[in-house]
Antibody, heavy 120, light 110 residues
């Protein structure tokens, strides 16, 4: 069974940093590209970042470029999101999501999410 | 500001057909396939439709998707109470080099 389990969320002050983790199981981790998607309270979904299966390709939304860094450790089956210079508008539930294999860009499995609150 | 526009809400009585539209542009829907996600209250999103009109295993056939030009739509034939959820369209955007979600539509069974 495919499982994605996020952790690392919490309360952080504006300007602070936080690192999220997503532990994966039930599939060949290194074969799949992964993404982070966030959802502000009461708002819609926003794609944040993506990384290829090997980790040699990364992509970012304009709203987080230069502040967030996505990475993965294929030996530990874990995805990360390092978030620096956090702002109030980064407050959201952060989901990790697996990209479906093949040529179609879609997310076939999602974690349950971890809440990040940026506030003083 | 999302590049994919959806109506904020849609509703119908149980058994009715409900349709949700998704309007994009040449750099997203016009160039790439469209996906739809269902988010039940308090839960993570779930892939409902991929590649415009394909249903993952386990998704009921009352859900169907279509695409024409720079727009797409999701239809629910025979609305059921358990279909009450938020629905999001999504596609890769070649100009942004990123994935974009629609604004979301809340479906209510009256």
């Amino acid at each position: 069974e495919v499982q994605l389990l996020e952790s690392g969320g919490g309360l952080v002050q504006p300007g602070g940093s936080l690192r999220l983790s997503c532990a994966a199981s039930g599939f060949t981790f290194s074969s799949y590209a992964l993404s982070w998607v966030r959802q502000a309270p009461g708002k819609g979904l926003e794609w944040v970042s993506a990384i290829t299966g090997s980790g040699d390709g990364t992509y970012y939304a304009g709203s987080v470029k230069g502040r967030f860094t996505i990475s993965r450790d294929n030996s530990k089956n874990t995805l990360y999101l390092q978030m620096n210079s956090l702002r109030a508008e980064d407050t959201a539930v952060y989901y990790c999501a697996r990209r479906q294999l093949g040529r179609f860009y879609c997310f076939d499995y999602w974690g349950q999410g971890t809440l990040v609150t940026v506030s003083s | 500001q999302s590049l994919l526009t959806q109506p904020p809400s849609a509703s119908g009585t149980p058994g009715q057909r409900v349709t949700i539209s998704c309007s994009g542009s040449s750099s997203n829907i016009g160039s790439n396939t469209v996906n739809w996600y269902q988010q039940l209250p308090g839960t993570a999103p779930k892939l409902l439709i991929y590649s415009n009109n394909q249903r993952p295993s386990g998704v009921p056939d009352r859900f169907s998707g279509s695409k024409s030009g720079t727009s797409a739509s999701l239809a629910i034939s025979g609305l059921q109470s358990e279909d009450e959820a938020d629905y999001y369209c999504a596609a890769w955007d070649d100009s942004l080099n990123g994935y974009v979600f629609g604004t979301g539509t809340k479906v209510t069974a009256l």
